[in-house]
C-alpha cells in the first residue's frame, strides 16, 4: 500500500460547474475529520463536499448531496485502485448551473481524484536498518563514497574518529570489510520503518 506525504490539489470545471480535488495524508477518523472541517473552511460555500478515505482496516465514502453513488464511491475506487492507505480524498463542487447527469458525475469525481493522486508524491513504508560504523579519519572518503550510493546518511560524530550513523535497507558490512582491508564493521542499532518516495509514471 502507498502513502503521500503532503497534501495535492487537482483543479477541473466542466460545464461551468468547478471541481478542487484535495487528496492528503491522514491516520485516523479524527484527522480525517479536521482535514475535511479545514477544506470547508478554505472552499467556503460550496455545493458539495464529497469524501472518501481509506485509513487501515477503515474505508468510507459520502456523496454529500449528489445522486447516491456518483461521487463518494468513484473517488474511493480511485483510491483502492491505486493502493493507496492512510488517505482521505476531498472534491469541492462549485455546481455552474448545468446538469451533467450521473455519468457525468462519476467522470468528474473520478478525474478530480486521478489528477490529484497524479500530482501528489507516493511513498512506499520499507523497512530499512539502521547502524554507526567508526573510523578513522584517513577512511572518510572511501566510506562518503559507499554511505552516497548505497545508504542515507543521518548523522556524523567526529571525535579522535569520525563515526557515521546511516540507514540503509541492505547490511553493508560486506562492502566496509572491503574497503577497510577487514578492519571495520557497521553495528546494527534499529529497525525502522521509511517512507521510500516513488516516482510516478503519468
Same mark, same amino acid.
Given at each position: ?17 468547478? @471541481? @478542487? ?121 572511501? !566510506? ?28 553493508? !558490512? ?10 571495520? !564493521?557497521?553495528? @546494527? ?5 521509511v517512507e521510500k518516495e516513488l516516482v510516478q509514471e503519468n
Amino acid at each position: 500500500m502507498y502513502h503521500i506525504n503532503h497534501e495535492a490539489i487537482s483543479e477541473i470545471e466542466i460545464k461551468k460547474s468547478k @471541481f @478542487f480535488g484535495i487528496l492528503s495524508p491522514a491516520s485516523s477518523l479524527d484527522e480525517a475529520r479536521e482535514i475535511l472541517t479545514d477544506v470547508r473552511k478554505r472552499y467556503p460555500n460550496a455545493t458539495h463536499y464529497c469524501t472518501a478515505m481509506i485509513l487501515g482496516n477503515i474505508q468510507r465514502s459520502n456523496d454529500d448531496g449528489e445522486p447516491s453513488g456518483t461521487a463518494g464511491l468513484p473517488m474511493l475506487e480511485c483510491l483502492r485502485h491505486k493502493d493507496l492507505d492512510n488517505v482521505i480524498m476531498i472534491v469541492v463542487r462549485y455546481f455552474g448551473g448545468t446538469l451533467l447527469g450521473t455519468g457525468g458525475l462519476v467522470k468528474a469525481y473520478q478525474q478530480s481524484t486521478l489528477e490529484a493522486i497524479n500530482n501528489a508524491t507516493l511513498t512506499l513504508p520499507v523497512e530499512t536498518g539502521q547502524y554507526e560504523i567508526t573510523l578513522p579519519y584517513d577512511l572518510i572518503s572511501k !566510506a562518503e563514497n559507499l554511505l552516497q550510493k548505497e545508504a542515507i546518511i543521518i548523522d556524523r560524530l567526529y571525535d579522535e574518529q569520525i563515526t557515521f550513523i546511516y540507514q540503509s535497507e541492505t547490511d553493508l !558490512a560486506p562492502q566496509f570489510q572491503e574497503i577497510t582491508n577487514g578492519q571495520y !564493521a557497521p553495528v @546494527f542499532q534499529e529497525t525502522l520503518i521509511v517512507e521510500k518516495e516513488l516516482v510516478q509514471e503519468n
